[in-house]
């Protein structure tokens, strides 16, 4: 049991410094114009995000923030994803 409260420390003292806000809305929006909404983790990784954007439906493309490529395997918060971000796939 003690080891179990060790863990539990543990995970709850792993927070970014940051990271304050553990849920963002952010858009993703498509060269058509389309944009898509969610309400998600700033620790969500690229890949994830990647795959919700095509499963509604979005056509294969690069996701981009602020002139930078993301990543797979990075998260949003490595690249400043904030509230009301928005993302652009091409």
């Known amino acids: 049991a003690a080891a179990a409260a060790e863990d539990e420390e543990i ?6 410094e940051d990271d304050q806000i553990e849920f ?16 998600i ?4 990784s ?3 995000l990647y795959r ?3 499963s509604r439906g979005c056509p ?3 996701l981009h923030f602020e002139g930078n490529l993301l990543v797979m395997g990075k998260k949003l918060l490595d ?3 904030k509230e009301g ?5 091409q």
């Open 60 to 62: 294969e493309g690069r």
């Open 41 to 44: 983790k700033r620790s969500t």
């Open 85 to 89: 971000s928005t993302i652009i796939i």
């Open 52 to 54: 919700l954007v095509r």
């Open 11 to 16: 995970f709850l003292d792993d927070t970014e």
């Open 79 to 81: 690249y400043g994803i």
């Open 24 to 39: 963002i809305n952010i858009h993703v929006r498509e060269e058509g114009g389309r944009v898509y909404s969610w309400r």
């Open 46 to 48: 690229i890949d994830i």
